[in-house]
């Protein structure tokens, strides 16, 4: 199972460095929608992870079909996903790591 990351030059380069090799860069949205079109469909990718701004620019049907995927995973990096990344996690494995 591998992680991808879909995001800024910043995020990717970053994650490039701690030896994520699925990092690819999107600046507008259509390329946003593209590669999470393409990783959603690799079946080798079980986490994937945008940026909070980056997921909250999708349109609302693909933001929902993340929000209910359990794999990959889709993880919201940001402060607003805490939550969420705890149901998804919770989700997937079938376990609340939390408690």
Same mark, same amino acid.
């Given at each position: 199972m591998e992680i991808a990351v879909i995001g800024n030059s910043d995020a990717v380069i970053g994650f490039s460095l701690?030896?994520? /090799?699925?990092a690819y860069e999107a600046t507008s949205e259509e390329e946003l929608v593209n590669k999470i =079109? !393409?990783?959603?469909?690799?079946?080798n990718v079980g986490i994937l992870v945008l940026?909070? +701004?980056?997921? =909250?620019r999708l349109p609302k049907r693909l933001q929902s079909t993340l +929000? =209910? +995927?359990?794999?990959?995973?889709?993880i919201a990096i940001g402060t607003e996903q805490s939550t969420e990344m705890r !149901? /998804?996690?919770k989700r997937a494995i079938?376990?609340?790591?939390?408690?």
């Open positions: 701690a030896g994520i /090799k699925k =079109n !393409e990783v959603m469909a690799d079946p940026h909070q +701004s980056d997921y =909250n +929000s =209910n +995927s359990v794999r990959p995973t889709v !149901e /998804k996690i079938g376990v609340d790591l939390w408690k």
